[in-house]
């Protein structure tokens, strides 16, 4: 992104969004597949997007139900800024969970992801976002998956914040993560962006 060197009077040509808040927990209905779980989160965003500060990619600790069996809490802060010169290419966040199988091997868990919320809520936002699992589109491939307890995987799961990249991608959905977030803008209304909501702007 070319970065312009302002002078007096001069105006940012870029406003800053600034992420905070925790994946909070992953939530299955009749208990995890599998044992050890732990999540891996991509930031996503536009050709215009720049992170100032915070991690691009982070992972959480291994992490097991306790007296709720249907529940893995990991309380995985999330904190970024990002600039860009556009809201094009909103910011998404790409979770990949993994987890031990019945023979002890790491695998698949699921795939999700969320947007970032618009900035000025003024609290923190829970998101629900269900987790899906890819499968193999032909039986003998399936029934090996099966038997082996070893899901495929995506090479790139960055590619599910474009949706023209994953058409037709066989899934099934199973659990849900537990995502807060809270965002605040600054910079936005010199250019004349306006969310519909109440911005922080440095005057």
Same mark, same amino acid.
């Given at each position: 992104?070319?970065?312009?060197?302002?002078?007096?009077?001069?105006?940012?040509?870029?406003?800053?969004?600034?992420?905070?808040?925790?994946?909070?927990?992953?939530?299955?209905?009749?208990?995890?597949?599998?044992?050890?779980?732990?999540? $891996?989160?991509?930031?996503?965003?536009?050709?215009?997007?720049?992170?100032?500060?915070?991690?691009?990619?982070?992972?959480?600790?291994?992490?097991?139900?306790?007296?709720?069996?249907?529940?893995?809490?990991?309380?995985?802060?999330?904190?970024?800024?990002?600039?860009?010169?556009?809201?094009?290419?909103?910011?998404?966040?790409?979770?990949?969970?993994?987890?031990?199988?019945?023979?002890?091997?790491?695998?698949?868990?699921?795939?999700?992801?969320?947007?970032?919320?618009?900035?000025?809520?003024?609290?923190?936002?829970?998101?629900?976002?269900?987790?899906?699992?890819?499968?193999?589109?032909?039986?003998?491939?399936?029934?090996?998956?099966?038997?082996?307890?070893?899901?495929?995987?995506?090479?790139?799961?960055?590619?599910?914040?474009?949706?023209?990249?994953?058409?037709?991608?066989?899934?099934?959905?199973?659990?849900?993560?537990?995502?807060?977030?809270?965002?605040?803008? $600054?910079?936005?209304?010199?250019?004349?962006?306006?969310?519909?909501?109440?911005?922080?702007?440095?005057?």
């Amino acid at each position: 992104m070319l970065e312009l060197q302002l002078t007096s009077g001069e105006s940012e040509s870029f406003f800053h969004l600034t992420v905070t808040g925790q994946l909070e927990s992953a939530h299955f209905p009749m208990g995890p597949d599998g044992g050890g779980l732990f999540c $891996r989160y991509d930031i996503v965003a536009g050709p215009d997007w720049e992170l100032v500060s915070g991690l691009r990619s982070a992972v959480t600790q291994s992490a097991r139900t306790e007296s709720d069996y249907r529940t893995v809490v990991f309380n995985m802060p999330v904190e970024f800024t990002m600039k860009s010169i556009n809201p094009h290419g909103w910011p998404q966040i790409v979770f990949s969970l993994y987890g031990a199988n019945i023979w002890n091997v790491e695998t698949n868990r699921g795939y999700a992801r969320v947007h970032c919320p618009l900035s000025g809520t003024g609290s923190e936002r829970t998101l629900r976002a269900p987790l899906f699992i890819p499968k193999y589109s032909n039986l003998c491939s399936a029934a090996m998956s099966w038997l082996s307890g070893v899901n495929p995987e995506l090479r790139d799961p960055k590619i599910l914040a474009d949706g023209s990249k994953h058409k037709g991608l066989a899934c099934e959905t199973y659990g849900e993560l537990v995502v807060r977030l809270q965002a605040i803008s $600054r910079g936005s209304s010199r250019m004349a962006l306006d969310w519909g909501q109440t911005a922080v702007d440095d005057r």
